[in-house]
């Protein structure tokens, strides 16, 4: 892979908003086209070597295309959003919508995002080495569906009404979550491995689509109710997928754990599953 | 003497339409009909007034006030355009074009009071109805997180508890009443029933409500403080209802949950509209904040929280909303209609609102007026200058002029025409 790096330089306090650094907007351009794509600040255009050191490789495919940002960028929204193909690295923060609504490629932040991050993403790989805030993997306002595919991780804790609206693909936590986590389900599955606070999977049809907490949870809603507790084999399959393919080996230590199943949200006659770990 | 009857009151989401205003030579000397907040604000519309003109405290033209704010807005990268629900429609539909001259963002004081009802709205949308239906045909009214005995003061007589309606003869004896509310309000005298609950449980009770009307049987001995008897007697009276309907207020849209209690209110209406008629009407405060949602809207798509940084209009609560933009410290200058943000925002918003350059339109001295770098006195529409508004469910009504302004007041809608005339000209655009 080809790599473009991206060193910021001086941010203005007024957000940048750059869904040009994308590998699918880079690819086939020079260097100095990159540093001329034009960027937003509030009302005025810029060009993003303003804000931006541009140096490195360009592929000709997004595919071939991996960008570098070096540096904290919290007020730089847009980054790696609708993206296909490619590589993203945030090597710091990164700013709202971050990967929201990519379809393809891997982004990789090692500091925390703001709000919308992988908010409507249909494919491709998003890993938040820290925090998220809201609406991780959500809807947008409005919207009838957030996430419809792809896998979201988040190292540490994640905001409201993470995967609200989730139609499919996968959302795992390390840390804990707030309120509203899976709001409106409708499909796709979230792993919580720290405390799940209340009202999880409000108003969730399911469709399929299950919650698993691993770390415990605050209160379920009066609107599920507890079917079982056994040992479902595919979460031994999950489990082994989480520690073998993204390399998050808490999940080994819940092999052989047997869940409680709770069913709901009956408000809405939903089938949505809630899974607790038992300790 | 003059006595000016029909006249719509320009204080609450009521709209009142039936009051008598007494007016000798210039002054306001009586008021009929009205509540004592509307009676107070007719009464006392000169009191507390914004002086003249003024730029960093000192006074100045109108001219120059104009100037000097078109120049502040037409110079700020990030403007935020607020306030517009204490005003009539054409002037909100000039701030609207203001912000798109300017390239900014217009937001309402929805933002900070309904605007997660407008969210849940979107999210699974909204069985609506006018006041007059209410008052002709519900026989069960709800007050969820709403006290109107003191926010709406003639609402339950008006239109949901005293009236005699076509199909409710009785009036009051006709309907049963119920209160929902965390704590015991002036509503548990006037309602037959009051349900308590507890802080931050609404969204809890609402679910199960929704669950007990589709028939699930609920096993939890109470929820959120509320037993279950006296759940599934409210779910009997609710399904046996001919006309039921909610009204809800800032105990349901500011507390624990925000938008999802409405999400969850709208889905207790929807279920029970499988077993009769049921319907919900936010009880909206400032008197044309739905207004302001309408206009908004119809010119650009979207109710609040709109964003023309990109020449096109973007929406999204939570990034373009004032108390966001504020608190985040990215408006760089701020327009202020008809609203008092300095004494409402938290102390973040507030903070960067005062370091950043102001113009307010307002016609009385608030805390506002007195940090804002240009302060412009304005007629005071409903009383002093004419012009639109929309009742909480949504009913247009003319807001009338009973007496005339001093001179030189202009009312909102005219001084922000001269702003964006003269924003147009720094920016070389024709008008």
Wanted: charged share 25%; aromatic share 6%.
């Amino acid at each position: 892979m080809k790599e473009l790096w991206l060193t910021p330089t001086a941010l203005p306090s007024i957000p940048v908003e750059a869904e040009v650094i994308c590998p699918d907007v880079v690819a086939g351009r020079t260097l100095k086209d990159v540093s001329s794509l034009e960027v937003y600040v509030g009302n005025k255009t810029h060009i993003l070597g303003e804000f931006f050191e541009v140096e490195g490789e360009l592929a000709e495919q997004a595919s071939e295309q991996m960008i570098v940002v070096d540096g904290t960028c919290q007020t730089v929204k847009y980054i790696g959003a609708k993206m296909t193909a490619g590589s993203v690295h945030v090597k710091g923060c990164a700013g709202m919508h971050a990967g929201s609504q990519m379809s393809g490629g891997e982004m990789l932040v090692e500091g925390n995002t703001r709000d919308w991050a992988g908010a409507e993403m249909s494919g491709g790989l998003l890993r938040i080495q820290d925090d998220s805030r809201n609406m991780t993997g959500g809807a947008y306002r409005g919207s009838p569906e957030g996430m419809t595919g792809g896998c979201i991780v988040v190292e540490g804790d994640a905001g409201v009404e993470l995967g609200s609206f989730m139609r499919r693909g996968m959302i795992v936590v390390k840390g804990d979550v707030a309120p509203f986590c899976g709001v409106h389900m409708n499909g796709g599955e979230i792993f919580i491995m720290g405390q799940a606070a209340r009202r999880l999977g409000a108003e969730a049809k399911g469709n399929g689509g299950f919650i698993a907490c691993l770390g415990g949870v605050d209160e379920i809603l009066p609107t599920y109710v507890h079917e079982t507790t056994y040992k479902p084999t595919f979460m031994k399959l999950y489990m082994r997928q989480l520690r073998d393919v993204l390399g998050l080996e808490e999940a080994a230590r819940f092999l052989e754990t047997p869940f409680r199943r709770y069913v709901g949200d009956l408000a809405v006659g939903g089938n949505c599953e809630i899974l607790v770990a038992e300790k | 003497m003059v006595v000016h009857s029909d006249v719509v009151c320009p204080f609450c989401g009521c709209l009142c339409d039936d009051l008598e205003v007494t007016v000798e030579g210039d002054e306001i000397v009586g008021v009929k009909n009205a509540c004592a907040i509307s009676r107070s604000k007719f009464m006392n519309h000169g009191e507390n007034r914004l002086q003249e003109p003024a730029i960093d405290g000192k006074k100045a033209s109108l001219e120059k006030a104009i100037e000097e704010a078109a120049g502040i807005l037409a110079d700020a990268k990030r403007p935020l355009v607020y306030g517009l629900s204490s005003t009539d429609c054409g002037a909100i539909g000039r701030a609207v074009e203001l912000a798109e001259v300017l390239g900014g963002v217009v937001d309402n004081t929805s933002s900070v009071c309904h605007g997660p009802t407008i969210l849940a709205l979107q999210q699974v949308g909204e069985s609506k109805t006018t006041l007059g239906e209410v008052k002709n045909r519900a026989d069960l009214v709800v007050f969820w997180g709403s006290n109107p005995t003191e926010s709406h003061l003639r609402h339950l007589i008006r239109y949901s508890a005293m009236p005699k309606g076509m199909y409710v003869p009785e009036g009051r004896k006709g309907r049963y009443i119920v209160a929902v509310d965390v704590r015991t309000t002036r509503m548990e005298r006037v309602a037959d029933e009051f349900v308590k609950v507890d802080q931050g449980g609404d969204f809890e009770l609402l679910l199960v409500l929704r669950a007990a009307v589709r028939g699930v049987k609920i096993k939890a001995e109470s929820v959120s403080g509320v037993p279950r008897e006296t759940i599934m007697e409210l779910v009997r009276r609710m399904k046996g209802a001919k006309m039921g309907i909610i009204f809800f207020g800032l105990g349901l849209t500011q507390s624990d949950g925000r938008h999802m209690n409405i999400d969850a209110a709208v889905g207790l209406v929807t279920e029970l509209n499988h077993h009769t008629k049921f319907l919900l009407t936010p009880m909206r405060g400032h008197y044309n904040v739905a207004g302001a949602n309408s206009v908004t809207t119809w010119q650009t798509g979207y109710p609040y929280a709109v964003d023309f940084a990109r020449g096109y209009p973007r929406y999204n609560p939570g990034e373009y909303t004032s108390v966001d933009l504020l608190a985040k410290e990215e408006a760089d200058a701020a327009i202020v209609i008809a609203s008092d943000p300095a004494a409402t925002f938290p102390a973040e918003a507030v903070r960067h609102l005062a370091k950043i350059p102001v113009v307010t339109l307002d016609q009385k001295v608030t805390p506002t007026t007195m940090l804002s770098r240009v302060a412009i006195p304005v007629a005071t529409a409903g009383v002093e200058a004419e012009g639109t508004a929309y009742r909480m469910d949504g009913v247009a009504l003319r807001l009338s002029k009973v007496v005339e302004p001093e001179d030189g007041l202009l009312s909102d809608e005219a001084v922000l025409e001269a702003i964006i005339e003269r924003v147009r000209a720094l920016k070389g655009e024709v008008g």
